[in-house]
């Protein structure tokens, strides 16, 4: 409006910031900045003249005699801005609002007044500001009213100072808490997401995974079992028909348990189970023999991350659709985060089972004629799983940072951010499953 040279300086200009930094402690330099803008930088007073010397330094066209000479032009001048800045009062702070946070009205202020220079700030507020709106507009209109205090004039009573502080107090103890849930949250997926760090990396680092499958192994035929055979149960409920079919048409074993049990003068649920285990762990030693133990163990790892990351990106957006919407269930008087946490954990558990019972499917119906078919399968599932096999990861440090450690012979793509694939349908919209209603008047009413 007045035509005022000035610069801006808003965390945009990276290459001049520097620049506008060193010359903002001028005599008559105006520099609007943002919160962002110029932080960890000193404003000094007459300007940094150690730019200017650099400058004239790396100035090939100048020798060495002319050097010295501009030098000591520029250190001479800029003593003399140096003490008329002084004289007039410093760097003077001019800030048009009162910032939600405390700490962030001190920087503001702790930008004047470095180093032992002279300095001053004013803040002007407004009744309309979002901070004053929210929190004391109305106590401090109602003492500009009582006191009868014309507009435009500066208030500096201490009740009015301490109405704002006392609103800041409130806008940053209500940030905190949201952090800290948000924390709480995060927290569930982040001790989830160390597991299966530690799983991976032990899976990468081993050099005999025998053992790793076998456990896997067993609990996927444990769980099938006892889907049939229960535990403690006795033969009138067994289920053996079903097993037996079960085994012979998804899992390739062929096991004649009906006629076992006939034969036998008495026989437990864990006889069947020790069994039906037994003949699983035949089948995959004959496999394993048939084509190599060397071979099998490198497709065995690369079965297993592959299986790892698949699920895991399918659970990590399943919890983000979970926490989406898991604050309705304060509706139903319970408490959210302890409902997020419980069925965050039952997923956890489903992720682990999934991981296993894919796993030994796999490993116990992949039919391989010879070692180069074994490894041509192993390169398919490397191409298939992202080329993201080789990293290992590691928990995050107190700052927050995680190390990620991968074979410089292999590059990887980063991955997007997981989000939910279903998109948000408003109230008065038409319901998705294409029933010609609006959305709450049909499957609304479920959400």
């Keep these: 409006k007045e035509n005022l040279p000035h610069q801006v300086l808003n965390a945009k200009q990276h290459a001049r910031e520097a620049d506008i930094v060193a010359q903002a402690g001028r005599p008559k330099m105006i520099t609007i900045a943002t919160n962002m803008a110029g932080r960890g930088t000193d404003i000094v007073l007459g300007g940094n003249v150690e730019k200017a010397v ?3 330094e790396a100035d090939e066209s100048l020798d060495a005699g002319t050097k010295q000479a501009r030098i000591a032009e520029l250190r001479a001048q800029w003593i003399k801005d140096h003490e008329a800045v002084k004289t007039l009062g410093g760097l003077r702070i001019i800030a048009t609002e009162r910032h939600e946070s405390r700490r962030i009205d001190n920087q503001l202020r702790g930008r004047s007044g470095r180093q032992g ?18 929190f004391a507009g109305d106590r401090v209109k109602a003492i500009m009213d009582r006191l009868k205090m ?19 107090r409130k806008v940053e103890a209500r940030n905190f808490d949201i952090r800290k849930q948000l924390l709480e949250y995060d927290d569930v997926s982040n001790d989830q997401r160390k597991v299966i760090y530690q799983q991976r990396n032990d899976i990468m680092d081993a050099g005999d995974l025998s053992a790793q499958i076998a456990s896997l ?6 769980d099938l079992t006892r889907q049939y055979v229960p535990v403690e149960s006795v033969e009138e409920q067994w289920d053996l ?5 079960v085994l012979a048409q998804e899992w390739g074993i062929d096991l004649a348990l009906q006629k076992e049990v006939q034969s036998a003068t008495a026989i437990t649920d864990e006889d069947i189970l020790q069994k039906v285990v037994a003949a699983g762990n035949a089948v995959f030693e004959s496999k394993v023999r048939q084509i190599g133990g ?12 592959q299986s790892i990351d698949t699920h895991w990106r399918e659970h990590l957006s399943a919890l983000d659709y979970l926490r989406q919407g898991i604050h309705l269930r304060g509706y139903a008087q319970k ?17 682990l089972d999934s991981v296993k019972n894919d796993v030994t499917k796999v490993l116990m119906t992949v039919k391989v004629q010879s070692g180069e078919q074994l490894e041509q399968a192993a390169e398919d599932m490397e191409q298939r799983a992202e080329r993201i096999s080789n990293v290992t990861y590691t928990a995050p440090t107190e700052t927050g940072e995680v190390e990620v450690l991968r074979d410089e012979s292999t590059t990887v793509e980063r ?33």
């Design 335 to 351: 408490q959210p985060k302890q409902e997020y946490k419980r069925e965050a954990f039952e997923l956890f558990g489903q992720l």
């Design 217 to 222: 192994r067993e609990g996927c035929f444990t």
């Design 54 to 56: 650099e400058a004239v």
């Design 150 to 168: 014309p507009d435009g004039e500066a208030i500096e009573a201490g009740i009015v100072t301490r109405s704002i502080e006392s609103a800041q």
């Design 241 to 245: 028909p079903g097993l037996e079919n």
């Design 117 to 134: 220079d002279p300095g001053s700030s004013r803040f002007y507020l407004s009744l309309d500001d979002p901070l004053m709106r929210i």
């Design 415 to 447: 991955g997007g951010p997981v989000s939910s694939v279903m998109p948000r349908v408003g109230r008065n919209d038409p319901c998705p499953c294409g029933s010609g209603k609006k959305y709450k008047q049909c499957h609304g009413k479920l959400a």
């Design 294 to 305: 060397d071979n099998f163990t490198q497709f065995e790892r690369i079965v297993l991350l």
